[in-house]
């Protein structure tokens, strides 16, 4: 399955594109996902442990599996004050 997965922030200043598309096999987990971002832009790598990740607009465990044709999206740490 192919996975788009939106950018915001400092995560798409890293990757420099609003969106990535990885390929996934049927049945993989956000973890899964987590590791093939990580692989398709190393300028992520680090920050990624950092970033939440939304299917279908709820936030996902590393255990979740994705649907087919979910809307993924990588949400990075919020600071302010």
Known sequence: M???VL??????DLAESDMLTIDL???A???DLRRRIADACP???EFLAR???????EFAP?????PLDAEVALIPPVSGG
């Open 2 to 4: 192919t996975v788009r």
């Open 7 to 12: 950018l915001f922030a400092r995560a798409r």
């Open 25 to 27: 096999p049927a049945g």
């Open 29 to 31: 987990t956000v973890a």
């Open 43 to 45: 300028d992520l790598r």
């Open 51 to 57: 970033c939440a990740i939304a299917v279908a607009e």
């Open 62 to 66: 590393d255990e979740a599996k994705l």
